[in-house]
Nanobody, 123 residues
């Protein structure tokens, strides 16, 4: 199982960016993929998740971030619009469970992680 997250960068407030999480060694049809972020000095927090049977997005990004997946490419995307300075963090994708059940899980339930990609929102 391998996950590779990429697409981070420096964006101005109000801008957009799309993160990608390329999966190998397993099928997105079977396992959930979650996006998490960790800002300096803060705990890792769930952002959004998608599986074949459920999905969830954190209230802090709802309406601005959209998760999607391309099964043919075995890749999950996180489209981020109207970015704010508080979105600055290292973003990780992770897998492990077969369903998101984000409200009932912690990041520790996701056992396989990508390397993280830095998003900086600044003017």
């Amino acid at each position: 199982v391998q996950l590779q997250a990429f697409g981070g960068g420096l964006v101005q407030p109000g801008g957009s960016l799309r993160l990608s999480c390329a999966a190998s060694g397993f099928s997105l049809n079977v396992y959930a993929i979650g996006w998490f972020r960790q800002a300096p000095g803060k705990e890792r927090a769930g952002v959004s998740c998608i599986s074949s049977s459920d999905g969830s997005t954190s209230d802090s990004v709802k309406g601005r971030f959209t998760i999607s997946r391309d099964n043919a490419k075995n890749t999950v995307y996180l489209q981020m619009n109207n970015l704010k300075t508080e979105d600055t963090a290292v973003y990780y994708c992770a897998t492990g469970p077969t369903k998101c059940m984000f409200a009932a899980r912690t990041w520790e339930d996701f056992t396989s992680w990508g390397q993280g990609t830095q998003l900086t929102v600044s003017s």
